[in-house]
């Protein structure tokens, strides 16, 4: 299993981005896909994930401002992302879970797209 994320790139605080993660590859079974970031020098942060069921859970500083959305016919996981601030400035990352469960923490993720930077400025 390949994900390839795009959309990354700088915007001032306020503004918007949306990110992009397509899987390849043939994934046997139900798997959950989420998006995670990292900021220099901090360890991976969950961001939001979307379970088999539609549910999405959010990470508690982006409620409110990014939304999660699939796109199930190309395999694709969108991040849309809105009311940035400095504090959102990070490689971010998808993920893939295989299995139907949901966890919120980095080490349950079997697959890892190769990242995308996010930079916001003030």
């Known amino acids: 299993v390949q994900l390839q994320a795009s959309g990354g790139g700088s915007v001032q605080a306020g503004g918007s981005l949306r990110l992009s993660c397509t899987a390849s590859?043939?994934?046997?079974?139900?798997?959950?896909m989420g998006w995670f970031r990292q900021a220099p020098g901090r360890e991976r942060e969950f961001v939001g994930v979307?379970?088999?069921?539609?549910?999405?859970t959010y990470g508690d500083s982006v409620k409110g401002r990014f939304a999660i959305a699939r796109d199930g016919a190309n395999n694709t996981l969108f991040l849309q992302m809105n009311s940035l601030n400095p504090g959102d400035t990070g490689t971010y990352y998808c993920a893939v879970r295989t299995g139907a469960l949901v966890y919120l923490g980095a080490e349950h993720y079997d697959y890892w797209g190769q990242g995308t930077l996010v930079t916001v400025s003030s």
């Open positions: 590859g043939r994934i046997v079974g139900s798997h959950i």
């Open positions: 979307r379970g088999n069921d539609g549910s999405i």
